[in-house]
């Protein structure tokens, strides 16, 4: 089971960008799929973008395609979710979590982190 911290997270403009970090430990997620995923109060948890295990093919949901790129950096047990074009629609709780497929479906996703706040207001 991994232990994943999220950062990053923060209030930005609308038009502004973030980039959130995802740092793992207990294990290598090199053969593992990353995924992030953001849940607003009251809601279900939404698949963002996911990415396999060697970092090809990322999957994105059509809402944040050409604003959202998922990437990792295995040698440092670290994925990103650099944000661009931020609209307030994207404002929620952002987490990430690893796990054995590359298409963003919760349920195949084992180990999450606590999540950073993405608040997106002018």
């Known amino acids: 089971q991994f232990q994943l911290v999220e950062s990053g997270g923060g209030l930005v403009r609308p038009g502004g960008s973030l980039r959130l970090a995802c740092t793992a430990s207990g294990g290598t997620i090199d053969y593992y799929a990353i995924g992030w995923f953001r849940q607003a109060p009251g809601k279900g948890r939404e698949g963002v973008a996911c990415i396999s295990s060697n970092g090809e093919n990322p999957n994105y949901a059509h809402s944040v395609k050409g604003r959202f790129t998922i990437s990792r950096d295995n040698a440092k047990n670290t994925a990103f979710l650099q944000m661009n074009s931020l609209r307030p629609e994207d404002s929620d709780r952002y987490y990430c979590?690893?796990?054995?497929?590359?298409?963003?479906?919760?349920?195949?996703?084992?180990?999450w982190g606590q999540g950073t706040q993405v608040t997106v207001s002018s």
């Open positions: 979590a690893v796990g054995s497929h590359d298409v963003c479906v919760a349920s195949d996703f084992g180990s």
